[in-house]
């Protein structure tokens, strides 16, 4: 089973390389078990958009690209293009939700992932990959949502260079210089570029200027046969300047982030049945504001070490099993200096009992210096009927939540209420089930899964009192547990000689005890590929939700059209439009500054290869 394994994982990479259909091979996750494995592979639910697919639709930031994977939104509720980003994975917030690049986790529980999300961009990279449900075995605190993840890719072949360029509506430019190909053993890839955007402001808020320099640089050196090292960084520096008016004058404000990543990963295949892997990672997000002469400065830096291993025990028989440590610091204008660390051990195996029957399932204690250790688990079990192209496979979990450091202790922003110190704060815990069924119909994949979570000791804000004059509060445990649940449904697939080319996304949310998310979320994508020519359309639904903020907002619904055309070998023109019909729309409203989605908007753009 073993050789069958590996001639499989053989096929699965030539076939990605060449388009195959779905329906002949599925595609490849790192993220699931954090090396490269089919998706049938495992128990969890992952979605993986290819680069190939990301540029047909030509989606190229990172909150974007989500609402195709079934329950799963990405969006900005504090505004729009280069403010906060938010991902809502089967109904819980961001801050249950990991992002991995490179094999490098990016954030935690006192930093989240806000100012990535609404930097990030998806340059240079191999796939996109949406892990869901409770992951906290593999990825530790805070990964009980799911987890998001992507790689910087390497070139291969010869040398080859790519120059785009595009413009239009709301002063809104990219272009981008980029470079790959391999040179003896070593392997590499780069790119640079700019993007810029005005927005399409509103009444209460007149300016929303938002510019991003970026870049991405990966070399991968083939030092044996057995042993690669691959160094990668992304970076970006961004800055927002806006001027809103509550109807008490305007005011301005000037946002300064800059965001690195270095990894550097190294893959050893120490036998023909264990391959180790160790990464080296160093992130930095540093945020400069001003709001009308208020300064906010912070810090964040981030060091972390993962060992992980796969061993084959027996043909039938697989263990992943890895070390983690990680060491965190944050400092703030407000004077906050906080520095801790975490050091988590785990263990997963995965057990072909039979041809059909898979049943994998893992173990993680994690400490943290400040919080204490915790422990996560899962379980799970898929069952293939032979002929049929059905799976179904059920899964429980229970992952964990930290409290966040800065929501522990006093502290006055000097903006509204001051916030109380509160060290009884205790860790949350999340535990999850799901129960799914997978049927390919010959170039046709439809996915259907029913989700539950349980949050135990739910982190919230707690009531505002006010002693003598000054308002304040304190985070609590919530009494009780906080359910979540839904279905999610995806379809994807091929027609023809693989011309037409579609996915869909469907979300229903039964019960969203944790926060106001959408009831439901439809999401689809249908194009048509040629050998010289591409068209689509986009349609994303939403039906009202107020994700935790003062007012819920309506209904939507938006369709986005797109196309390219091969003029010569080189030489490519493409174009899209978004909100087509021009629906007027609101993504949040908090009560003081509703957020206006953006109208229609015209892009074009060309792409020079060489």
């Given amino acids: 089973m073993l050789k069958n394994k590996a001639a499989q994982l053989g096929l699965v990479l030539a076939g ?27 128990t969890s639910a992952v979605t993986v958009f290819s680069l190939e697919e990301l540029e047909r639709m030509q989606e190229t930031r990172l909150t974007d690209a989500l609402a195709l994977a079934p329950g799963v939104q990405g969006l900005s509720t504090a505004g729009l ?20 690049v490179d094999g490098v986790r990016i954030t935690d529980s006192t930093n989240g992932l806000n100012n990535f999300l609404g930097a990030g961009h998806l340059g240079n990279i191999t796939s996109l990959e949406i892990l869901r ?10 990964a009980a949502g799911g987890v998001i993840g992507y790689d910087t890719q390497v070139g291969e072949g010869d040398p080859s260079f790519e120059v785009l360029g595009e413009a239009g509506s709301y002063g809104t430019y990219r272009t981008s210089l980029s470079a790959q190909g391999k040179v003896g053993d070593l392997a590499y890839s780069l790119e640079a570029g700019f993007f810029r955007t005005d927005n399409d402001t509103f009444e209460q808020l007149t300016r929303h200027d938002y510019e991003q320099y970026f870049e991405t640089l990966a070399l ?10 691959k160094l990668s960084y992304r970076g970006s520096q961004n800055e927002l300047n806006t001027t809103q008016d509550f109807g008490f004058g305007p005011s301005d404000a000037q946002i300064e982030t800059d965001l690195n990543l270095i990894a550097l990963n190294a893959i050893y295949d120490v036998r023909p049945d264990w391959t180790t892997r160790l990464t080296v990672g160093y992130y930095d997000e540093s945020y400069d504001a001003d709001f009308g002469g ?7 830096e981030r060091f972390t070490l993962n060992w992980n291993n796969r061993v084959n025990l027996r043909d039938d028989l697989e263990l992943i099993a890895g070390l983690e440590y990680s060491d965190s610091s944050y400092q703030s204008s407000a004077g906050r200096d906080l520095d801790y660390d975490t050091l988590g051990v785990y263990s997963k195996a995965s057990w072909h009992a039979t041809d059909a029957l898979l049943v994998d399932g893992g173990v993680r204690y994690e400490d943290h210096n400040v919080f204490g250790g915790d422990t996560a688990w899962d379980l799970g079990a898929a069952y293939s009927f032979e002929g049929t192209g059905t799976r179904v496979k059920a899964r429980f979990s229970e992952a964990f939540r930290t409290p966040r450091l800065i929501d522990s202790e006093a502290f006055n922003s ?3 209420a001051q916030q109380r110190a509160n060290p009884d704060l205790e860790t949350e815990e999340i535990l999850g089930f799901e129960l799914g069924v997978e049927q390919d119909f010959g170039g046709h994949l439809l996915e259907v899964t029913f989700f539950q979570q349980e949050l135990q000791d739910a982190i919230a804000r707690g009531p505002t009192t006010t002693v003598g004059g000054v308002a304040s509060y304190e985070s609590i445990n919530l009494p009780g547990i906080s359910r979540v649940s839904g279905f999610e449904m995806g379809l994807s697939g091929t027609l023809g000689q693989d011309e037409l080319r579609y996915r869909i996304a469907w979300t229903e949310q039964t019960k969203e005890e944790s ?23 986009g349609v994303s639904y939403v039906d009202g939700a107020s994700y935790g903020l003062a007012n819920s907002v309506g209904d939507r619904g938006v369709i986005r059209v797109y196309g390219s055309y091969q003029v010569t070998e080189a030489l490519s023109l493409y174009g899209r439009v978004e ?28 792409r020079l290869e060489w």
């Fill in 133 to 142: 449900g409770p992951q906290s075995v593999l990825y530790g605190s805070g």
């Fill in 220 to 229: 991968e050196w083939s030092v044996r046969e057995d042993l690669r090292i």
């Fill in 414 to 416: 000097g903006f509204g």
């Fill in 294 to 300: 208020f300064p906010v400065v912070t810090d964040y």
């Fill in 579 to 606: 909100n087509l019909l021009d629906k007027d729309y609101l993504v949040s409203d908090d009560g003081f500054l509703p957020i206006e989605g953006q109208g229609r908007s015209f892009m074009i753009g060309a």
């Fill in 16 to 42: 990605s390389s060449l388009g195959m259909a779905q329906d002949e091979l599925p595609p490849l996750s790192v993220t699931a078990t954090r090396f490269a494995a089919p998706v049938n592979e495992t």
């Fill in 81 to 100: 293009t280069g403010n906060l980003g938010t991902v809502i994975v089967r109904g819980l917030r961001t801050s249950y939700v990991q992002t991995v």
């Fill in 515 to 537: 926060l106001d998310v959408p009831d439901r979320q439809i999401d689809a994508d249908l194009s048509y590929v040629t050998a010289n020519w591409s068209a689509g359309v």
